[in-house]
């Protein structure tokens, strides 16, 4: 598909070529667009210049964006300043905040190959002998990022060092009921059993989206690149870490439990090391930790909700997920349900 193609969703292919050309070094129009599988919430295309160099383009949905989502200032923002440190993510490149280009403001970075492991067929493609490895660095990068002082790295102007879990609960609460999702009573209960035990609170950089399918994974199971910051924000770290083992599935666990992992496949380390090695890497106190599992399978949930709600209204581009649509809903519904039995019985399970 060339740059002039209007067909794919989100962009207008002429201009977005002639801004490339003239705004990322080194491109060599004209350039190839096609949308890249799996990005749920803000649309991400590959972008491969007349010289065959890959480039990544990421925008906010066609429609249906609610007020403080889909932040792509905000986004690059973070992206921006985790290149300066030692957590691996892609080179960002150019930002173009003139939404007459496209429709909308957008970024560009480098393409980072990889293996994403994004669900089990993934995470048996890792070779065997690299997948505690992968577990493993998956831990010592997240450990990196806590380490880092908002302020330090150039991020001082989106710090709260107060108030977090409560800001989340207002923000996916309020942008839940605006979404245009069904039945929400469910997703209502939950909502009012964490604002009644919020945890203390400590303060660090947060990612809000930190699992293997957001990660490009080098074959020895290092870590090449952290993708997807759009959720990012300062707040408890321990909410990345609730999220990750909120996330991750044992072998024979059945299909859904937890969510599409690739840690089924044999060989990946258990939810319990997980905790442990950044427990012990970290020195954090992790006795909070049942509580953000339980919030961040809220979370999910009011995201899934959310962009069910835009793929159904057409506003998301083709690329297979609304044939999924009533799968999604269900494992929406079993999120909630466990995460109400998570902060009932104050357990990982």
């Not at 429709?103 to 669900?119: C, H, K, N, R, T």
């Not at 997807?228 to 666990?253: K, N, Q, R």
Request: proline share 5%.
């Amino acid at each position: 598909m060339s740059g002039a193609d209007v067909r794919l969703a989100g962009i207008d292919g002429a201009r977005v070529g002639d801004w490339l050309a003239a705004n990322v070094p080194g491109l060599v129009g004209p350039v190839e667009l096609t949308l890249v599988a799996g990005g749920r919430s803000n649309l991400t295309y590959r972008v491969t210049d007349a010289a065959g160099v890959a480039y990544a383009l990421r925008r906010p949905p066609t429609g249906g964006v609610l007020s403080t989502a889909h932040d792509m200032g905000r986004e690059w923002l973070f992206l921006s300043a985790m290149a300066r440190t030692d957590v691996p993510v892609s080179q960002p490149l150019a930002y173009c905040a003139d939404p007459e280009v496209t429709g909308a403001e957008f970024y560009v970075m480098a393409f980072v190959d990889g293996l994403v492991l994004s669900d089990p067929d993934a995470g048996l493609a890792l070779a065997s002998a690299a997948r505690a490895a992968a577990g493993r660095n998956l831990i010592d990068v997240l450990v990196r990022l806590h380490a880092l002082d908002p302020v330090e790295v150039g991020l001082g102007e989106i710090v709260r060092s107060t108030g977090f879990v409560e800001r989340q609960l207002r923000r996916w609460h309020r942008q839940v009921h605006q979404s245009g999702a069904g039945d929400l009573a469910l997703l209502d209960e939950v909502h009012d059993l964490l604002a009644t035990r919020v945890p203390a609170q400590t303060s660090g950089i947060v990612h809000g989206d930190y699992r293997p399918g957001n990660i490009a994974f080098g074959p020895d199971g290092s870590v090449r690149a952290v993708f997807d910051w759009e959720l990012a924000t300062s707040g408890d770290p321990l909410a990345d870490l609730g999220y990750l083992v909120s996330t991750w599935a044992h072998p024979g666990e059945p299909l859904g439990a937890v969510g599409v992992s690739p840690s089924t496949a044999p060989g990946f380390p258990s939810r319990e090391d997980l905790v442990a090695w950044y427990a012990d890497s970290s020195g954090r106190d992790v006795s909070a930790l049942p509580y953000f599992v339980a919030f961040n399978r809220w979370r999910t949930a009011c995201i899934l909700a959310g962009v069910n709600a835009r793929y159904q209204a057409g506003v998301m581009g083709d690329d297979g997920y609304a044939a999924e649509a009533r799968g999604r809903a269900e494992h929406s519904e079993r999120l909630v349900a466990q995460a109400r039995d998570t902060l009932r019985a104050d357990s990982l399970d």
